[in-house]
T-cell receptor, first 114, second 113 residues
Framework: NAGVTQTPKFQVLKTGQSMTLQCAQD?????MYWYRQDPGMGLRLIYYSASEGTTDKGEVPNGYNVSRLNKREFSLRLESAAPSQTSVYFC?????????????FGPGTRLTVL | GESVGLHLPTLSVQEGDNSIINCAYS??????FIWYKQESGKGPQFIIDIRSNMDKRQGQRVTVLLNKTVKHLSLQIAATQPGDSAVYFCAEKTDSSASKIIFGSGTRLSIRP
């Protein structure tokens, strides 16, 4: 099993450009998440999908949109990138509570917005 | 917001000694807690979890203690090794219906040879 995979690993954008970060998991997990991690800040939840077909806002959703394409895939879209969105983005997945709520994380996407 | 990353609190421990990393959580209604380890350039990795109906749980070389009275969580690592060098995060589950987990501030663990 590959676990959680993310593409791309690195990306540089200019202000105003758009892009989509891809995430896929092969563990048959129901829930998926997008976090950002900034220098000087901890991990912050952007959006999550508790199950296929549902998405909800997390702590810092402004400037982002998400799509739960199917049970495996959860994408994050920046419609008009801003320098404040420079960060490392992590996707994660977990089984539904109560069997376990442990999250498995992908390797991250390092995004720089100039 | 949290104050981690470049200004992370750092714990420096002699190799072979025990490490204790502390965490204060915010929501008295949280019912599930997790410790993660994050090595440089990688995503967080699950270490150990504990439910609110327990006050102690042991894993391989790690122990988590939960004190609900003062909303405090600790991670003890026995016989610390160089491979334990990382940033450690505690996380709490605050919403029973949506599997949403909130991360707290991290602590950088540094191992002295």
């Amino acid at each position: 099993n590959a676990g959680v995979t993310q593409t791309p690993k690195f990306q540089v954008l200019k202000t105003g450009q758009s892009m989509t970060l891809q995430c896929a998991q092969d563990m048959n997990h129901n829930s998926m998440y997008w976090y950002r991690q900034d220098p000087g800040m901890g991990l912050r939840l952007i959006y999550y999908s508790a199950s296929e077909g549902t998405t909800d806002k997390g702590e810092v959703p402004n400037g982002y949109n998400v799509s739960r394409l199917n049970k495996r895939e959860f994408s994050l879209r920046l419609e008009s990138a801003a320098p404040s969105q420079t960060s490392v983005y992590f996707c994660a997945s977990s089984e539904r509570w109560p069997r376990t709520d442990t999250q498995y994380f992908g390797p991250g996407t390092r995004l720089t917005v100039l | 917001g949290e104050s981690v990353g470049l200004h992370l609190p750092t714990l420096s421990v002699q190799e072979g000694d025990n490490s204790i990393i502390n965490c204060a959580y915010s929501n008295s209604a949280s019912d599930y807690f997790i410790w993660y380890k994050q090595e440089s350039g990688k995503g967080p990795q699950f270490i150990i979890d504990i439910r609110s109906n327990m006050d102690k749980r042991q894993g391989q070389r790690v122990t988590v203690l939960l004190n609900k009275t003062v909303k405090h969580l600790s991670l003890q690592i026995a016989a610390t090794q160089p491979g334990d060098s990382a940033v450690y995060f505690c996380a709490e589950k605050t919403d029973s219906s949506a599997s949403k987990i909130i991360f707290g501030s991290g602590t950088r663990l540094s191992i002295r040879p």
